[in-house]
């Protein structure tokens, strides 16, 4: 099985993104084939410093790392090195409706706190995320609840892709979404009935990954919660709920495991149970964290070699005014035929893989370099 999903290289990253992601990146290792991609074309649908994304970047690839996610097993890399994401995205839009898009909630809220600029490119967002996952045919998609509106519209168009274009074939996978039981959507400790967010939520109510274990405890301590005293999840009491749903989720239990093991609790120990298994989840990620995240040369050495596979195995190489030169997806070569209106365009793509004679002006360097026997292949396992 295929696994995919993307994190973006936003801010700092919380415990929202840790437990409802992050965490289900890490697992899921044991259960398939895991894609995992930091989203730097993603952060710009917003306004950014090009340095400042660069350096962000750095810095989730480093968490994922010290999460856990492993280079030899999983495939990890930089969305803006693999440029079929973006070719992809093209194709795709050609088959989203302009309405849905617009009314994502994703969409609304965030071209609403937009005081300048609402880009175009925000509102495609939910289309290049449909092109990251279903480039790679991936088969599950691990994200928090709030990303269920973007896998929903992702199915959607993998379904409208295959029924105009199949043949009668599934070309493309239409993807499930993996949102945890547990831990889905982590809300934010002063204001519980919003999530715990990078863009919206306050300082005191964020816990960040890589916190101080004193920050920690300072946040959680001091967590609104509500005049009554039962420790239960219930709609009425969302910051009860929340720390139980916190505490259940870093313990890898059931909620309602937490609520008998403190039916007898104040809230004020309820909230010193919480901070200390969240100090104690989190203290091995930042034990590993500095060290990785100094060393930047290995960070792009495995962002590289990321990308590298990423194109190898999962994806095509280039599209070029030659066609597609290397072997890709058979959906990508379907894209390729629907470019160029005509059903022969496989036949055309067998004729540019018979070597140079394809190529009228003679074979291009880059082409040569990526023939599986040429001195110039880069070695890829
Ligand atoms: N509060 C959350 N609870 C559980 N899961 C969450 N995720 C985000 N917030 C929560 C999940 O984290 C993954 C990465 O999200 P992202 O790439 O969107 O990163 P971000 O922009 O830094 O995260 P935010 O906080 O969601 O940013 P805002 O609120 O500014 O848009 C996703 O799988 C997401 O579901």
């Not at 990253?13 to 840790?18: R, S």
């Not at 379904?159 to 499930?176: A, I, K, Q």
């Not at 995240?293 to 596979?309: K, Q, T, V, Y």
Request: proline share 6%.
């Amino acid at each position: 099985m295929r696994i995919f999903s993307g994190i973006q290289p936003t801010g700092r990253k919380h415990l929202g993104n840790y437990i409802g992601a992050i965490a289900q990146y890490v697992s899921s290792q044991e259960r398939g084939e895991g894609i995992f991609c930091v989203v730097d074309l993603h952060a710009i649908t917003l306004p950014f410093d090009p340095a400042e994304l660069r350096e962000r970047s750095y810095d989730t690839i480093a968490i994922l790392l010290a999460a856990g996610l492993d280079p030899a097993r999983s495939t990890l890399f930089r969305q803006s090195d693999v440029p079929a994401h973006t070719e992809l995205t093209w194709l795709l839009s050609s088959l989203t409706e302009l309405g849905r898009l617009q009314r994502m909630h994703q969409f609304r809220d965030k071209s609403l706190a937009q005081r300048e600029l609402v880009s175009a490119a925000l509102l495609l967002y939910p289309v290049l995320q449909a092109a990251d996952v279903l480039a790679y045919r991936a088969h599950e998609v691990p994200v928090g609840e709030d990303q269920r509106e973007h896998l929903e519209l992702m199915r959607d168009v993998a379904r409208r892709f295959n029924s105009r274009y199949g043949d009668g074939e599934d070309v493309l996978v239409v993807p499930e979404h993996r949102i945890s039981q547990v831990g889905a959507r982590i809300m934010d400790l002063q204001d519980p009935t919003s999530k715990m967010s990078t863009s919206v939520g306050s300082e005191q109510g964020t816990v960040y990954v890589l916190d101080e274990p004193k920050a920690i405890e300072k946040k959680l301590k001091s967590a609104v919660t509500d005049s009554g005293s039962d420790v239960r999840r219930d709609p009425q009491k969302p910051g009860v709920s929340n720390l139980i749903e916190i505490l259940a989720a870093v313990r890898g239990v059931g909620p309602e495991a937490i609520e008998s093991e403190l039916a007898d609790a104040r809230y004020g120990e309820l909230k010193g149970a919480v901070a200390a298994a969240v100090v104690d989840y989190l203290a091995p990620v930042r034990e590993r964290y500095d060290a990785l995240r100094r060393d930047e040369r290995a960070l792009e050495a495995i962002l590289a070699a990321g990308a590298e596979r990423a194109e190898i195995r999962f994806g095509k190489r280039h599209i070029g005014r030659f066609g597609i030169v290397e072997q890709g997806p058979d959906f990508l070569l379907k894209s390729w035929c629907l470019r160029h209106g005509s059903p022969d365009g496989n036949k055309r793509h067998e004729e540019s893989q018979r070597g140079p004679k394809a190529f009228p002006h003679g074979c291009p360097r880059e082409f040569a370099a990526r023939q599986p026997n040429s001195p110039l292949a880069p070695s890829i396992n």
